[in-house]
């Protein structure tokens, strides 16, 4: 991976620095530490490029606590019931015509429950284990068949578990991501997985058919069903070597800008407080023997889509706020939408250069596994021509259990603490003007300079409505607008839970189910409509049509031939 020895060094140097309180307070499993200190090819595998070294340290101490709270060195055949064996619905076999490993998923044999979700994440981390042990920096292909798939068969968590694997938990081991024969009904749930990618991940992700599959994978090394000669009864599902644990065995050979906190939900402002902390200083020297990037640049990257994606929150918009003048005077706004892809809570806090001129609803809180929260930003009167001057800050930090505390705040390491900042642009381009607002009569009239459609209320639901009929009513499903106007749309109240992605699948899919109804009873009716006419000519005749319908069946009662039942 061309990885030097300095870089490795630096990792592990910040690693036990950043992290000392959890190494001490049992956090990680013994072996890892141990292997990390002590292998250099497993210390490789957490570094993404020589630019993203401080992200590196963060990603061991995401893998290293997944693997404790799992229990991966421990994880054997014998772990797991015969049923998941008997499966047969993840197991590795075979190579692609560039020579990586395939890890297949069978998704036909998968089926939600939430009583075996925990196992069947053990047994997919059991597989990736087993060849990441083999051989850690040569890179797996995980393949999804998705035929003869249906929507019994989506798991959007076990999903958002294997992308999380490869995003976190073996960050540098996944070289391609291969979905094949993907049915159009999953379509909509593919537009909300988009979401929780960042541009590098998508990239690693190909769709493929029975007619193209074959560049990817070798006809002597694909089943049958995909045109291939390989046969999937003789696959063995069980490794080879028998159930002990061998092969989990321990090896070891510019300028500061200052956040304050922003306005509350009265719309009062806290007392400004400087985001520093009394190792501020030691970060910095630390920052300055490592390779030059910013903090943004250690955490994640500004996807081209339009969404940041951190180390513990994605972020929407990526970059800047956009504040919409109004006409009417009423109070411009923007929101920040945060989405949580991982597996535990998340705290999440809002800070801006300047929180007299702003009110933010709410500034902290705490974002569940799998949702996404919005925060609404509020520009006050008289302010519009000063935006470009303030910025703002979100920050977030992993929480334990089911309350939080404001107070962690200030006695949280900073370096635990991920930060994203944002600047603000004041625009004048309204091209829909809707008068119903979240709240007291604010406009919610906001054309975004991005170019994104941010109307709220009944005018929105209208377009999406209208352009979901359009498309009903040419035969096509825009399964795109469905989900994107879902995962986007502004609720009358800004307090008002927005729906998670799992919700905006199901209502996408109880939409499609509505319109084949609609189809399917309309073209019903015209059959039996047919029918009748039909009928009623042939068995009526001169009797009926010469009566009602002289034109065009006058020649009824001329004809010798008059049609009689």
Not at 40 to 66: K, Q
Not at 222 to 232: I, R, W
Not at 415 to 429: F, G, K, P, T
Not at 452 to 469: C, D, F, L, T, V
Request: net charge neutral; with cysteine; glycine share 6%.
């Amino acid at each position: 991976m061309g990885v030097s020895d300095a870089e490795i060094k630096y990792v592990r140097e910040n690693f036990e620095k950043k992290y000392a309180d959890k190494i001490s307070s049992d956090t990680y499993d013994e072996r890892d530490l141990r292997r990390l200190r002590t292998d250099n090819v497993y210390a490789t595998t957490f570094i993404r490029g020589p630019d993203r070294l401080d992200e590196g340290v963060d990603l061991v101490h995401e893998s290293l606590r997944f693997r404790k709270e799992y229990g991966v060195n421990d994880l054997t055949e014998d772990s797991f019931d015969q049923w998941v064996w008997d499966k047969r619905a993840l197991f590795l076999h075979n190579r692609t015509n560039t020579g990586h490993k395939i890890l297949y998923v069978r998704v036909k044999e998968h089926k939600k429950d939430a009583s075996k979700i925990l196992e069947v994440k053990k047994f997919f981390i059991f597989w990736l284990e087993m060849s990441f042990r083999a051989d850690p920096l040569e890179k797996v292909v995980t393949f999804f068949d998705m035929s003869e798939a249906g929507l019994s068969n989506l798991d959007m968590e076990f999903i958002r578990f294997i992308l999380t694997c490869f995003k976190l938990y073996y960050p540098t081991f996944l070289e391609k991501l291969l979905i094949y024969e993907m049915p159009w009904i999953f379509n909509a749930a593919w537009r909300v997985i988009k979401t929780w990618l960042s541009q590098e991940a998508l990239a690693r992700i190909k769709f493929a058919t029975k007619s193209d599959i074959q560049s990817y994978i070798d006809k002597d090394q694909l089943f049958e069903h995909m045109g291939g000669t390989a046969k999937l009864d003789e696959v063995e599902y069980r490794p080879t070597g028998g159930g002990d644990s061998a092969m989990f065995s321990d090896t070891s050979d510019g300028r500061r800008v200052t956040f304050s906190d922003s306005s509350d939900v009265d719309g009062s402002a806290h007392t400004p407080t400087l985001a520093t902390s009394p190792n501020a200083n030691n970060n910095a020297s630390h920052r300055v023997t490592s390779p030059k990037s910013s903090r943004r640049d250690r955490n994640a990257s500004a996807s081209e889509s339009g969404h940041f994606t951190g180390r513990l929150l994605t972020i929407s918009p990526a970059d800047e706020l956009t504040f919409v003048a109004d006409e009417s005077g009423k109070e411009p706004y923007d929101v920040i939408t945060l989405t949580n892809t991982l597996m535990h809570p998340i705290a999440f806090k809002v800070k801006t250069t300047a929180p007299e001129k702003y009110r933010v609803r709410p500034s902290t809180g705490v974002v569940k596994p799998g949702e996404a929260f919005e925060v609404y930003v509020y520009l006050l009167p008289g302010y519009m021509n000063t935006v470009e001057r303030d910025k703002f800050l979100v920050m977030a930090m992993e929480v334990t259990g089911d309350t939080y505390d404001v107070s962690l705040w200030k006695t949280a390491p900073k370096d635990s603490i991920m930060e994203h900042r944002m600047r603000c642009v004041a625009s004048n381009n309204v091209d829909f003007n809707v008068n119903l607002a979240p709240e007291g009569g604010m406009s919610r009239t906001h054309a975004s300079a991005r170019g994104g459609y941010k109307g709220g209320g009944i005018g929105q639901q209208a377009a999406m409505a209208a352009s979901q009929a359009k498309s009903f009513l040419m035969g096509k499903l825009d399964t795109q607008n469905v989900a994107v106007s879902y995962s986007r749309q502004q609720l009358h109240h800004p307090f008002k839970r927005p729906m998670s992605p799992m919700e905006m699948l199901i209502e996408s899919n109880n939409q499609l189910r509505r319109r084949m109804g609609y189809l399917i009873i309309s073209h019903v009716v015209f059959f039996i409509l047919t029918l009748l006419f039909f009928g009623a000519f042939f068995c009526l005749g001169e009797d009926l049509f010469s009566s009602y319908l002289y034109f065009p069946f006058g020649y009824c009662v001329s004809n010798s031939w008059s049609r009689r039942c």
